[in-house]
């Protein structure tokens, strides 16, 4: 049968000395397909994650001081409690970076105009702060644990119940602003349209 011009050979394998079928060598026309575009699979660019991955942190981070809370509510389960809290934030805190990073690689390609130019940026400073709240929240949390491994002792009832005070308000202020950062991101999406139209970038 004879091959029609243009078309890729197409090669029965070959047996070598052991009687082993061994495939033959990829063509230049092979390699040529398999980096057509129109082959390539489907995986989104780094860039289209940030919508993705946004509302794990938002509920992690939303739901860990309600759980600290209940902890603080409940003395005989509070141990446990408050390590799947301290659990929550963590992850929460860690997907909260992946957000900023992946969120910083989604600004440089969106469609920019003033308005979405100024929601980008009070966008990023929400988020920053965001984190760094929740960064503070892990560390005092983790220092405190630290301390009670190493002093074998409890802090003074009156002192441990204002601290953990202290650290439910810093909670609720960070939920606020995790709140706000949520708000202005869906606010960029669909009222400002964040990749509309910029055809000369792929948009």
């Not at 390699?31 to 994650?49: G, T």
């Not at 100024?118 to 644990?145: D, M």
Request: glycine content about 10%; charged content about 10%; aromatic content about 8%.
């Amino acid at each position: 049968m004879r091959r029609r011009p243009g078309s890729p050979q197409i090669r029965m394998a070959e047996t070598g000395p052991s009687g082993l079928a061994f495939a033959p060598a990829v063509g230049a026309s092979s390699w040529q397909m398999l980096s057509d575009p129109c082959l390539e699979p489907a995986v989104p660019p780094f860039n289209h994650v940030h919508p993705a991955i946004v509302h794990f942190p938002i509920a992690l981070l939303a739901t860990a001081p309600l759980i600290f809370l209940l902890g603080g509510l409940w003395p005989a389960q509070r141990r446990g409690i408050h390590a799947v809290a301290l659990l929550l934030l963590l992850l929460g805190l860690l997907g909260g970076l992946l957000a900023l990073a992946t969120g910083d690689a989604a600004e440089k390609l969106a469609h920019r105009t003033p308005e979405l130019r100024a929601a980008l940026n009070h966008h990023e400073f929400l988020a920053q702060w965001t984190v760094s709240i929740f960064g503070v929240l892990a560390a005092s949390w983790l220092i405190y644990l630290g301390f009670l491994r190493f002093s074998h002792r409890e802090l003074p009832q009156g002192l441990g119940r204002l601290l953990f005070l202290l650290w439910l308000l810093l909670s609720a202020s960070g939920v606020v602003t995790l709140v706000l950062t949520g708000h202005e991101g869906a606010r960029m999406v669909h009222e400002l349209h964040t990749h509309a139209g910029d055809t000369q970038n792929g948009w």
